[in-house]
């Protein structure tokens, strides 16, 4: 473990990572940890005296200081008895990694060898998620190293795809099997669908139901199975397959979802922009002309989605297209459009992009100057 912890300090020094606490003393980590009902096992006592807190240790959890968990872990006894429900909560578990109402745990008691497990309040549901802290720390480094895990605006976030395959390098067989034997019976599933007879709203709803299952599996396997959806009449299930192959960052299907850009429905168009978002790198110059051509589609939601994809891929030749439709959104109070368009020039960092916008202010009406100089002082601010 200590040379895991070695790897991560090493990590967070080169990404420059903030918010990260001092080791926590032998005199306040007996104090705290007294007041709990078991003995913290030894694995999590070396990490709280590695550091005693990290804000976003891994894609949306925070490593939560020990007071603080401690108090989680109060929080939580108290909640299982408000239910009055003993299966709610094991005393035995400890949060020692938190997000938005969900928990990462480990399980204290001696004979589970600090199994890891995730507790969802919102779903009342926990599953286990690693045997071990040795394999979940052995994850996270390889996470970072491979970029699984990078900072985007500011944030922590994650390639679910590449986390899936670096997830399977360290996995137990039974832990294998189970997620092999989850797939299969998906598989099957599918196959058993296409050879009954139901009612089209019948079917359409299955279908739904696992596309959602097959992009929540981020295996690549199912881009082959989702692509078939991108044929179906129904735009609600052509649009939830286009996002899903957005989600499996399916960067072979981009041809497929450009196409699908101009596809009658606004569902559809809108969330094959999401999808060529998620898949987007600055590289990617082919995707430039189609999504500055959507800039102009009759609905605004498509509008900001291809914003956010054009943000995404931070190339400067799509700066003065996003400053002419910035200027023509101006007249519109209600429309979140020019929001994102603000969003994607300070993505993109041109350093004209202010310059530019500054001479736009001549050619406008005297109440829209203002509007110019508000975007001007967005772009300029750090942390917007």
Wanted: some cysteine.
């Amino acid at each position: 473990m200590q040379k895991l912890l070695e790897q991560l300090d090493n990590i967070f020094e080169v990404i420059e990572k903030e918010d990260i606490a001092p080791p926590i003393s032998d005199e306040k980590f007996r104090r705290l940890a007294g007041r709990l009902p078991f003995k913290i096992p030894s694995i999590i006592e070396n990490l709280y005296k590695w550091h005693d807190g990290i804000e976003q240790f891994i894609p949306g959890y925070d490593l939560l200081p020990l007071s603080d968990a401690i108090a989680e872990y109060e929080n939580l006894i108290a909640l299982g008895e408000e239910y009055q429900d003993k299966e709610f909560f094991d005393e035995s578990f400890f949060p020692i990694l938190y997000a938005d109402k969900s928990y990462i745990l480990v399980d204290c008691d001696p004979s589970y060898e600090a199994s890891i497990y995730c507790l969802f309040l919102e779903l009342n549901d926990i599953l286990q998620r690693y045997e071990n802290v040795d394999q979940m720390l052995q994850i996270v480094v390889d996470a970072y190293l491979s970029r699984a895990y990078y900072m985007e605006e500011g944030l922590l976030v994650k390639n679910p795809v590449l986390l899936q395959k670096i997830e399977s390098k360290y996995l137990s067989l039974e832990q294998q099997n189970q997620r092999e034997a989850e797939w299969n019976k998906l598989c099957d599933e599918l196959h058993q669908l296409e050879n009954r007879d139901r009612s089209q709203e019948q079917w359409d709803f299955q279908k739904s139901i696992l596309i959602s299952r097959l992009y929540e599996t981020y295996d690549e396997r199912a881009i082959i199975y989702l692509t078939k959806f991108l044929n179906d009449n129904n735009p609600q299930i052509v649009s939830k397959a286009a996002f899903g192959l957005g989600e499996l960052r399916a960067r072979e299907k981009v041809p497929e979802l450009i196409k699908l850009l101009n596809h009658p429905a606004q569902v559809v168009r809108n969330l094959a922009a999401c999808a060529i978002r998620e898949i987007a790198s600055p590289e990617d110059e082919l995707l430039i002309q189609p999504l500055l051509t959507l800039l102009a589609d009759e609905a605004h939601i498509v509008q900001i989605s291809a914003a956010e994809a054009l943000g995404r891929l931070k190339n400067p030749k799509a700066v003065a297209t996003l400053i002419n439709f910035f200027i023509n959104s101006l007249s519109d109070n209600k429309s979140g459009v020019k929001y994102q368009i603000i969003s994607a020039l300070k993505q993109i960092g041109d350093f004209e992009v202010v310059e530019k916008l500054k001479q736009q202010k001549s050619k406008v009406p005297p109440h829209q100057v203002q509007l110019i100089d508000e975007a001007i002082s967005l772009i300029e601010k750090a942390n917007w």
